[in-house]
C-alpha cells in the first residue's frame, strides 16, 4: 500500500486484497496519510490469517568481515 501511495494510485479509504497461490488473503485498508518524523507516510489496517513457518536466528562471529560488505561476481557475463 505504500508503493502505491507513493506512486499516487491510492488515497484514504481504499483497499487491497493480496491473494497467495495457496489461497492465504489479506485484506488492506488505507486508514489515513501521517509523517514519521519528517517523512510523508500512511496508516493501514491489515486483516488475514497467517502462520509461522520458520524461525531463523542469525549469528554473527565478531572477526567476520560480512558486516563491511562483500562484492559478487557477474554471474550473466557482458
Not at 572477526?63 to 562483500?70: I, Q, R, V
Request: aromatic share 12%; hydrophobic share 40%.
Amino acid at each position: 500500500m505504500a508503493v502505491q501511495y507513493a506512486a499516487g494510485k491510492v488515497r484514504p479509504g481504499d483497499t487491497r486484497v493480496s491473494r497467495s497461490i495457496i489461497g492465504c488473503e489479506f485484506t488492506t485498508e488505507f486508514l489515513h496519510e501521517t509523517t514519521v518524523g519528517p517523512v510523508a507516510g500512511i496508516q493501514n489496517r491489515v486483516v488475514g490469517q497467517c502462520w509461522i513457518y520458520a524461525i531463523t536466528q542469525i549469528g554473527l562471529d565478531p572477526s567476520d568481515p560480512f558486516p563491511s560488505g562483500f562484492w559478487l561476481s557477474d554471474i550473466w557475463g557482458s
